[in-house]
């Protein structure tokens, strides 16, 4: 081809087409590179020996023409299954590359290969067989294999770490190096794991419980070493308590990269302690006051002991009778006693005879501890007083309480009604024992009880009314 360059101003350029010689043809084919088949030939037989891959050519009845075998491996072995025969042939009817994998009876043992299986084709461009190049693939499938099974492994750990989290009373949760929460395994202060993660405590605790916990958080970032601690946390109304556990997250190098925690919601144990130190300090009263009681019992019941016999006698029953209404009380753990109950502690000895002489009756009514206490001992003194004087002295006698709800000065009260009958006839005392001043004076003393003890000649009658200040709201009538 030759440019002429037309004259300046003239017509456009034409290009013109000449043919050219013999020689010139014969000149330009030797300068054009030949490719060697041996050269290609050695590239591609040592490209397949770097690989370790099987490749072989079948003519379009499937029989070898070609093969080249890893150095030092076998010829893969037939015949082919009929999984495998069916795609070859599909590959010679369609002139589409199919993959496949088969298992081949190697010297060293069943071996799995994975095949890539090509057409061929002739001069006249018609398929003329298979090329199929095969590698073996046992240690990667295997290698699937494991990693599946610990995939699974993994996620059942998992799972079961999750499941023993959301059971119990522990969070876990980390933080970036700027404090800032990354996971956390369940919802904590009061607020959702969608409403924590991504921020910062600024953000979530109120601002007077964030001190104590950064202080945990910077000392771990700072030293590199676990930090421990009991926080207290504002949630809404409540207030919860957490040991945390906090401990430096670091990376492949050992850089600190953020924080793990632990938070252990410790609240019931806090709220525990202070209970069991409300309780001794309660017990310490308690035991001051019982102390008080029975130094006071014992005084009176040595001014009113005609021996030292009768004195441990009267002395040893009363202590008895003081403690079956502790027993009561220490059941109920130290909350309240049933009246019924307490009547029937006190007077078992009498009821549990055949033909009982005593009867009672009454709504269910629960006393307060020091309630409790006191009634116990002046129904004591009113169950000796009838065995010694009155209707539990003879088989004729009974003995009816009754209670009931009364108003007192326009408030609720209990009104309790002991009233005897059929016993020797009755003369009031000509002093006041013991046993009477218990029920007249400590009752209306220590209950502010409304007390009448009358020594009537067809028995006693004693009505004791008890404010409902000395009752617990349980079964309490409305005012």
């Known amino acids: 081809m030759t440019d002429q360059s037309p004259p300046a101003g003239g017509p456009p350029r034409t290009k013109v087409k000449r043919e050219r010689s013999g020689e010139e043809a014969t000149k330009i084919r030797a300068t054009e590179p030949r490719h060697d088949t041996s050269v290609v030939e050695g590239q591609f037989e040592r490209a397949v020996r770097a690989a370790h891959v099987y490749v072989f050519w079948q003519d379009k009845s499937l029989q070898q023409t070609r093969v080249h075998s890893p150095p030092g491996a076998d010829v893969l072995p037939g015949p082919d299954g009929p999984e495998v025969l069916a795609i070859k042939r599909k590959v010679l009817s369609t002139g589409k590359p199919q993959d496949a994998e088969a298992v081949y009876a190697m010297p060293q043992g069943p071996i799995l290969f994975s095949l890539h299986i090509d057409p061929t084709f002739g001069p006249d461009h018609d398929i003329d067989g298979i090329m199929c190049a095969a590698i073996d693939v046992s240690r990667i499938r295997s290698l699937e294999r494991e990693q599946q099974r610990l995939t699974a492994e993994l996620g059942t750990t998992v799972q079961r770490y999750e499941t023993a989290l959301r059971g119990s009373n522990v969070t876990v949760f980390t933080h970036d190096r700027a404090l800032r929460y990354t996971s956390i395994s369940n919802p904590l202060f009061g607020r959702d794991v969608k409403e924590i993660v991504g921020h910062r405590d600024d953000e979530i605790i109120p601002a007077e419980n964030r001190p104590a916990i950064l202080a945990l958080k910077q000392a771990a970032l700072e030293t590199g070493e676990p930090q421990d601690g009991e926080v207290r946390v504002n949630e809404g109304t409540s207030i919860r308590w957490y040991d945390f556990h906090v401990e430096p997250l670091r990376d492949m190098a050992g850089t600190i990269v953020g924080l793990t925690c632990a938070a252990v919601d410790i609240t019931e144990r806090k709220e525990g302690e202070a209970h069991l130190r409300l309780l001794m300090r309660e017990l310490t009263h308690r035991s001051k006051n019982l102390l008080a009681v029975i130094q006071a019992m014992s005084r009176q019941t040595a001014r009113h002991a005609g021996s030292i016999d009768g004195f441990l006698e009267q002395f040893s029953a009363r202590l008895q009778a003081l403690a079956r209404s502790h027993d009561l009380l220490v059941q109920e753990e130290w909350h309240g006693v049933s009246l019924s ?136 009538p409305e005012a």
């Not at 009547?343 to 009672?360: E, P, V």
């Open 341 to 476: 109950e307490l009547m029937r502690s006190q007077l078992a000895a009498y009821l549990d005879r055949s033909g009982s002489q005593i009867k009672m009756d009454g709504p269910p009514i629960m006393l307060r501890p020091e309630a409790a206490q006191s009634l116990g001992l002046a129904l004591h003194e009113l169950a000796i007083n009838a065995v010694k004087y009155g209707a539990l002295s003879t088989p004729s006698g009974r003995i009816t309480i009754a209670w009931d709800w009364q108003l007192r000065d326009e408030r609720p009260a209990v009104e309790i009604v002991w009233t005897e009958a059929g016993g020797p006839a009755v003369t009031a005392p000509t002093q006041r024992g013991f046993g009477t001043l218990v029920v007249e004076r400590n009752l209306a003393r220590a209950l502010e009880a409304g007390v009448d003890l009358a020594f009537d000649s067809a028995g006693v009658r004693c009505r004791i009314t008890i404010p409902v200040s000395q009752l617990l709201r349980a079964g309490r």
